[in-house]
């Protein structure tokens, strides 16, 4: 495939504290039911591994991609202890992928960075559905200038980096 295509599912958090062992409490972020709150260009698609649907983009060639969730409305994520969700790739090019999560006080409202897939993942990365989950106080790295206090975003970010096609891709999560 000449293009790169990316879907992101039904995101769930488990508010979970393991060393107790209780149940965990599960908080809908997005149906993906709608675009509402993500960024231009996101289309809702029925290609999905859980629920009904997905939201997906395509990804420009040779740049760096971002695709946002604006999640003022729902529940406060900073206390949270994991953010899961399902993601898939279909085309060439991906070179990285990350999550930034913002939501003060998590890293007192500065841009929270998770590595979801690196080529050091096992060099190809993968087209089947697969689930990423992220323990929130684990993060890999805390980007941004100064802090912001009032928003509650799920950026991801994902390189696509190709010297075979100049086409766009397309990114899906659930």
């Not at 040779?62 to 898939?88: E, I, M, V």
């Not at 060099?123 to 990423?132: K, T």
């Amino acid at each position: 495939m000449g293009h790169l295509w990316m879907a992101i599912g039904l995101f769930l958090v488990g508010a979970v504290v393991p060393a107790c062992g209780k149940a965990s409490v599960v908080k809908l972020v997005s149906d993906c039911e709608s675009t509402d709150g993500w960024s231009s260009g996101a289309q809702v698609s029925a290609d999905a591994h859980e629920g009904a649907w997905s939201v997906a983009t395509n990804l420009a060639s040779g740049k760096t991609n971002f695709f946002t969730l604006n999640y003022a409305a729902t529940p406060d994520l900073s206390q949270t202890y994991a953010l899961a969700f399902w993601w898939r790739v279909e085309g060439d090019g991906l070179s990285d992928f990350k999550i930034k999560v913002i939501n003060y006080p998590l890293v007192d409202g500065m841009q929270a960075v998770y590595d979801i897939w690196k080529p050091t993942d096992g060099g190809v990365y993968p087209s089947a559905w697969q689930r990423a989950t992220v323990l929130l106080s684990e993060y890999d790295a805390i980007w941004g200038e100064r802090p912001n206090l009032t928003a509650r975003q799920l950026n991801f970010r994902a390189v696509r980096w190709t010297m075979r096609s100049q086409m766009p891709g397309r990114f899906t999560t659930i």
